[in-house]
């Protein structure tokens, strides 16, 4: 890539580096190194792995922070679902990436372009690359910008989901077959700055609590309670 076009596409993805170097080896693939002097050019292959380590990281650290009481599993599926070979991939697609990989002939004859294993690794390069041109204050901006509305966008699905799943109205229809009154739901807490505001809501039936329940919407959080008393009231099924 000239100059021009690695202007185009640092724009592209929002990040200027200041040694350009480290842009040109996060989009040079191993084929493209193999075919030429080995000793002087760069692949991305370590910054690969490091990119892989930094977005792991700052995933971890964006669900653990957002999502107080999201569990292990939980944490670890999201994470995954954003930096999967599949989720970065779609990611390349957004930025372009194919068209800008060096490969070698091989590689290139073969689909290298256009192969997810190819774009992914490129993605994460690139991040490495962020991280050795601007350290970790710079890939934090990087990841709020590309990453954090990914992860927004699957815990909001997420919370839908639960709401789909209307738990508030299977408690509702559960009391009233037992010839019981509705229950009532209060938020009993809020917690967070404003942009990041998490809820606690409790449900009570007949002056009593019989679940809670958290999330960043008072809805969602009311439908948690619900759940978590359905869960309470209804006896296991063996």
Not at 110 to 120: I, P, Q
Request: proline residues 4%.
């Amino acid at each position: 890539m000239n100059h021009k076009e690695l202007k185009i596409f640092q724009k592209q993805i929002g990040y200027k580096f200041k040694k350009r170097s480290w842009l040109e080896a996060a989009l040079t693939h191993p084929s493209f190194r193999h075919e030429g002097d080995a000793d002087t050019l760069m692949d991305n292959q370590r910054l690969e792995f490091l990119g892989d380590a930094v977005v792991g990281l700052l995933s971890a650290e964006y669900l653990y922070a957002i999502r107080p009481k999201l569990d292990e599993g939980s944490m670890t599926k999201f994470r995954s679902m954003v930096t999967s070979r599949t989720g970065l991939a779609a990611l390349a697609l957004e930025w372009e990436i194919g068209p800008r990989l060096r490969l070698g002939k091989g590689e290139a004859q073969s689909g290298g372009a256009e192969r997810d294993s190819n774009l992914a690794d490129a993605v994460e390069a690139v991040i490495g690359a962020v991280f050795q041109d601007g350290g970790m204050k710079a890939c934090r901006k990087f990841f709020s910008r590309h990453f954090e509305p990914r992860l927004a966008a699957l815990l909001e699905e997420k919370d839908l989901q639960v709401i789909k799943d209307n738990p508030k109205g299977s408690l509702q229809e559960h009391l009233q077959q037992n010839g019981k009154e509705a229950p009532e739901y209060r938020i009993v807490s809020e917690e967070g700055p404003a942009h990041e505001r998490i809820f606690h809501a409790a449900v009570f039936f007949d002056g009593e609590e019989i679940g809670r329940g958290m999330a960043p919407s008072k809805r969602v959080a009311e439908a948690r309670a619900a759940a978590a008393a359905l869960a309470r009231l209804q006896p296991p099924i063996h």
